[in-house]
């Protein structure tokens, strides 16, 4: 439960400390591809997003669609631009992929620098039906996300 441990340290502002908590929860679990992404997250909050994006810890194997779709968006190169239409084309749909493909969006804007795309995706993410019932800690996560910033509804 370590990952945990690094998004509150994220959420703290603590981004360095995150950063070093998602790079050696990765080293023990080479494959973990959300606390790669995590990781940059935090590193785009110390170094920018660009060289944080060429520090991105390197993961194989992930079987998820939309987790693959994010992966690649966040690492960027040849298949960004293709893996924005997917994530894009799944927050239309339902289930894990439409919540997933929205809070991650929203997170790569705003780690970009895209205040209201970043809002308007996070928000679409909480607003999900399986983020109001799936009693998944991600979906909670994006409440608290909405919540830090300052986005509610009545700001839309």
């Known amino acids: 439960r370590l990952w945990q441990r ?4 994220y959420y703290a502002d603590r981004f360095m400390e995150g950063a070093k908590q998602f790079r050696d929860d990765v080293a023990l ?3 973990d591809t959300e606390e790669s992404i995590w990781a ?3 590193e785009a909050r110390i170094l920018g997003f660009e060289e944080a994006r060429r520090q991105m810890i390197t993961i194989a194997g992930e079987r998820r669609p939309y987790m693959r779709a994010i992966y690649d968006l966040f690492r960027g190169g ?3 631009a293709k893996s924005l239409s997917v994530l894009q084309k799944m927050t239309a749909g339902s289930g894990a992929d439409q919540f997933y493909a929205a809070l991650y969006l929203g997170l790569f804007a705003e780690a ?3 205040t209201e795309a970043a809002r308007r995706e996070i928000q ?3 607003a999900t039906t399986y983020a109001k019932s799936s009693g998944d800690y991600m979906a909670a ?3 608290v996300h909405v919540a830090v910033r300052g986005w509610n509804k009545s700001d839309l």
């Open 29 to 31: 679990n080479p494959n």
């Open 6 to 9: 690094g998004l509150s340290l």
């Open 141 to 143: 996560l994006a409440r």
């Open 40 to 42: 940059m997250l935090c």
């Open 124 to 126: 679409k993410s909480v």
């Open 78 to 80: 040849e298949r960004e």
């Open 112 to 114: 970009k620098g895209d």
